[in-house]
């Protein structure tokens, strides 16, 4: 779904905020019950990281 996305970003021009691999290296460790509640849905501190990759590219037009 993220290449997809990506790539539909990639048509029109837009942004995308790529947040696998954040993930990924947050969750080296195997603690991955910190970031996601059941693998997918994001905790509150996953929501947080979420935030941070999301306000990078707000940044960007502000």
């Known amino acids: 779904m993220a290449e997809i996305s990506k790539q539909i970003a990639e048509k029109y021009d837009f942004d995308f905020v790529s947040l696998q691999n954040r993930f990924d290296k947050l969750s080296c460790d ?16 996953g929501h947080r990281i979420i935030k941070e990759e999301l306000q990078k590219v707000f940044e960007k037009y502000i």
């Open 30 to 45: 195997g603690n991955t019950g910190h970031w996601t509640a059941d693998g997918i849905h994001p905790t509150i501190e």
